[in-house]
Each structure stands twice: as structure tokens, then as C-alpha cells.
T-cell receptor, first 112, second 114 residues
């Protein structure tokens, strides 16, 4: 059984560009959540998807958007990148809303 | 709005010591609470999950307790080892409209020296 995998592991983008991050959920998991972790801080909730529907969103602007596919993998898209978007982006999957969350290794995004 | 605080922010101990990490949360109406470990630049590894109806959970040298009424959880690590060095994060899973959303503390950076 494979765990949660994220791609790419590292990414450098220029301010104003767009980026897509990907997450493959653990087998049997139908819920995916995305978090942003700035250096030295705890992760902050971006949004959650349950069976392809958005189920809750944190305090992030609309240029952060997401998608969940029929196989429950997910994408996080960020438009018009800003320097403050530089962070570790974490994806977590679970068997349902509110159940134990299992995280991937993260994608380190640097905006220059 | 749920807020989670972890004390201390950093802890350095000699190998073999037993230690306690503290986590407090402002909204006691949580569904569960989860403890994680994070190595530098890496993702989070789930250590223990405590349901709101439970008082404690144990896994090997780790024991986590939960007191909803006082808004506190503690992670006890017995006989610490250098390999335990990492950042430890607690996260509260609130109920109601925030159900499923984890609110994290800022973490405790643990260093265990030989």
C-alpha cells in the first residue's frame, strides 16, 4: 500500500506565474486536504475535498483553487504568484472527513 | 475561532529523559486531536490520534492524553533517544462547520543529545 505522494518535491516560480501541485491520496482514501506551511510556522488549512466536492475552505484568496479527480487524487492551483506564497505545501488524505490524516512529503515552492 | 498553542517552543534534553510536550486549544468542542512529528523540510508523520471520547492513547514510548474540559493535550515521550529529535505538532479537528479542518499549533522543536 502506497502512502500519500506529492509532486513535484521542489519548484521555483517567478512572481505573477501560475503553478499546479499534485497529490495522490493513499489507497482507500476519499478525502484530501491541502495546507500551507510557512517557515517556522504550523500548517494552515487551505481547503478540503470529499468525493470530488469542496468541503470547507480556509482564509485563502480565490487565486488558490483546487480539484479532486474520480480516483481521489487532487490538484492545487495558485494563480498570480506572490513572494509570500513561498512555503511548503502539504497534502493530507483520509478515509473520510474528520478521520486520521496522513500527509505527503510536501512540495517546497519558492517564488522569486 | 479555534486557536492552538504549544509549549515549550523548543526543548533540549539529554538522551534517556522522559519528557512532556503541551498543547492547548481554545474551543473545547473538538472532534479529535492528532499529534504529528515533522523532520526538517519533510512532511508530517502521524503519531497518535485521540478521539474526543477518549482520555489517552499509547503507541510504544509515546502516550498522549486529552482533557477537553480544560482544553489541553499532552504528549509524553518515555526514555528519549537522539532519533526522537524533530518538531512535534498537535492539531485539533473541530466539529460543526469546521469539521474536518485541522488547526495546528506552531510546534515544539525537540533536540535529544547523546
Amino acid at each position: 500500500e502506497t502512502g500519500v505522494t506529492q509532486s513535484p518535491t521542489h519548484l521555483i516560480k517567478t512572481r505573477g506565474q501560475q503553478v499546479t501541485l499534485r497529490c495522490s491520496s493513499q489507497s482507500g482514501h476519499n478525502t484530501v486536504s491541502w495546507y500551507q506551511q510557512a517557515l517556522g510556522q504550523g500548517p494552515q488549512f487551505i481547503f478540503q475535498y470529499y468525493r470530488e466536492e469542496e468541503n470547507g475552505r480556509g482564509n485563502f484568496p480565490p487565486r488558490f483553487s483546487g480539484l479532486q479527480f474520480p480516483n481521489y487524487s487532487s490538484e492545487l492551483n495558485v494563480n498570480a504568484l506572490e513572494l509570500d506564497d513561498s512555503a511548503l505545501y502539504l497534502c493530507a488524505s483520509s478515509t473520510g472527513i474528520g478521520t486520521e490524516a496522513f500527509f505527503g512529503q510536501g512540495t517546497r515552492l519558492t517564488v522569486v | 475561532k479555534q486557536e492552538v498553542t504549544q509549549i515549550p517552543a523548543a526543548l533540549s534534553v539529554p538522551e534517556g529523559e522522559n519528557l512532556v510536550l503541551n498543547c492547548s486549544f481554545t474551543d473545547s468542542a473538538i472532534y479529535n486531536l492528532q499529534w504529528f512529528r515533522q523532520d526538517p523540510g519533510k512532511g508530517l508523520t502521524s503519531l497518535l490520534l485521540i478521539q474526543s471520547s477518549q482520555r489517552e492513547q499509547t503507541s510504544g514510548r509515546l502516550n498522549a492524553s486529552l482533557d477537553k474540559s480544560s482544553g489541553r493535550s499532552t504528549l509524553y515521550i518515555a526514555a528519549s533517544q537522539p532519533g526522537d529529535s524533530a518538531t512535534y505538532l498537535c492539531a485539533a479537528n473541530a466539529g460543526g462547520t469546521s469539521y474536518g479542518k485541522l488547526t495546528f499549533g506552531q510546534g515544539t522543536i525537540l533536540t535529544v543529545h547523546p
